[in-house]
T-cell receptor, first 110, second 115 residues
């Protein structure tokens, strides 16, 4: 079956670093996406990984290990505005649909 | 460049009724995907349209149907509404469908409440 697991909620301190993990089991794999979603708003794209390794984009980095079915999103120099849900999604290569995790709610404290 | 727009923003319907939700894709995008997102959950894929044809469908019953028009805008129709259909409905457009970093751009969503 198709399954994507993320922690439900995490708490971190302003200025610190946090790592949000995502593990997946899907019938196919054609890329992994991370999206940010503020409460009541639509998801916005953060990163895309299709090959193993680290992709860095400013304060955000994303890592992928296809053999382990594992990814993480690393957020540095946390700001209060980073309080949001972070969604991991895997593209299935049978029909290219995105399969989504339930999201990790990140709470930033001063 | 115009982003993805959806209408209406909010909608209240009664069980058994029918609803049509609309989406205008971002300029230059030929693929539209529809998702249902329940509170506290990730989006669930309903279906995807590429150049006016459905080319992928999630685990939703036939009473969920859609259309894509020549200008790549799209409609989601839901018949015989059930209470569990209450959710945020998201439309996302992209410039391709066959793989690669075809980033999806989401509209603001339509919040549907079925009573």
């Amino acid at each position: 079956g198709q399954n994507i697991d993320q922690p439900t909620e995490m708490t971190a301190t302003e200025g610190a670093i946090v790592q949000i993990n995502c593990t997946y089991q899907t019938s196919g794999f054609n890329g992994l996406f991370w999206y940010q979603q503020h409460a009541g708003e639509a998801p916005t794209f953060l990163s895309y990984n299709v090959l193993d390794g680290l992709e860095e984009k400013g304060r955000f980095s994303s890592f992928l290990s296809r053999s382990k079915g594992y990814s993480y999103l690393l957020l540095k120099e946390l700001q209060m505005k980073d309080s949001a849900s972070y969604l991991c999604a895997v593209r299935d290569n049978s029909n290219y649909q995105l399969i989504w995790g339930a999201g990790t709610k990140l709470i930033i404290k001063p | 460049e115009t982003g993805v727009t959806q209408s209406p923003t909010h909608l209240i319907k009664t069980r058994g009724q029918q609803v049509t939700l609309r989406c205008s894709s971002q300029s230059g995008h030929n693929t539209v995907s529809w998702y249902q997102q329940a509170l506290g959950q990730g989006p669930q894929f309903i279906f995807q349209y590429y150049r006016e044809e459905e080319n992928g469908r999630g685990n939703f019953p036939p009473r969920f149907s859609g259309l894509q028009f020549p200008n790549y805008s799209s409609e989601l129709n839901v018949n015989a509404l059930e209470l569990d259909d209450s959710a945020l409905y998201l439309c996302a457009s992209s410039s391709g469908t066959s793989g690669g970093n075809y980033e999806q751009y989401f509209g603001p969503g339509t919040r549907l409440t079925v009573t």
